[in-house]
Each structure stands twice: as structure tokens, then as C-alpha cells.
């Protein structure tokens, strides 16, 4: 079994910035792609950022410029350094990677959720 600890969430400033860290654990053989999604209320659960196990990095238009995902293979962690933050990126952070476990089993695996509140 894989598993994905978030941390680093909290209130933060309009303007202001947080980075999320997300440490994989357990049975795991390999991760290949990692990556980080918010849901707000009432909205869809939506992609924010990814990155694969050779750094190629994607992002959601509306964070382009003011997020960077980043990753440390050696520690099976991804971060999301989010600069300029807005009202708007208020929402839960869910951590994400597809990993495969010690018989080679891939599958994806997700975090618990960390609550990002950007308010003055």
C-alpha cells in the first residue's frame, strides 16, 4: 500500500505565498507522474499542476506564472511553491501520484487534502 501525507496549507494574504510539500510512503516500486489538484466548494476536483519522474512539469492556465511544482525522487516528495496567491485559488490541495507497488501494480494514489484559504 502507498501513502501520500500533504502538508503546508493554511490562511494566507491575498499576494502572499505557501508551499505544499506531499511525501510518499510504503510498498513502492517506482512513481511516475506526481501532481497536485484542488477542489473548491461546490466545484470540481481540477489539475493545478503535474510533473513527471524526468521533471517535465504542466500547469492549469489560471496558476501559470505564480506556481511551480517541483519534485525530489530521491524522497518520493512533490512541492507546490504558490507565489501571488488570489481569493480565487482558496480550495483544498489534493496531492496525486501514480505509483506501483512492490509486485509492479500501478495505479494512482491519492493524499487527504490540505485547505488553502487566501483572504485579507
Known amino acids: 500500500q502507498v501513502q501520500l501525507v500533504e502538508s503546508g496549507g493554511g490562511l494566507v494574504q491575498p499576494g502572499g505565498s505557501l508551499r505544499l510539500s506531499c511525501a510518499a510512503s510504503g510498498s513502492i516500486s517506482r512513481i511516475k507522474a506526481m501532481g497536485w489538484f484542488r477542489q473548491a466548494p461546490g466545484k470540481q476536483r481540477v489539475l493545478v499542476a503535474s510533473i513527471t519522474s524526468g521533471g517535465s512539469t504542466n500547469y492549469a492556465d489560471s496558476v501559470k506564472g505564480r506556481f511551480t511544482i517541483s519534485r525530489d525522487n530521491a524522497q518520493n516528495t512533490v512541492y507546490l511553491q504558490m507565489n501571488s496567491l488570489k481569493p480565487e485559488d482558496t480550495a483544498v490541495y489534493f496531492c496525486?501520484?501514480?505509483?506501483?507497488?512492490?509486485?509492479?501494480?500501478?495505479?494512482?494514489?491519492w493524499g487527504q487534502g490540505t485547505q488553502v484559504t487566501v483572504s485579507s
Open positions: 496525486n501520484a501514480d505509483a506501483a507497488d512492490l509486485i509492479g501494480t500501478m495505479r494512482g494514489y
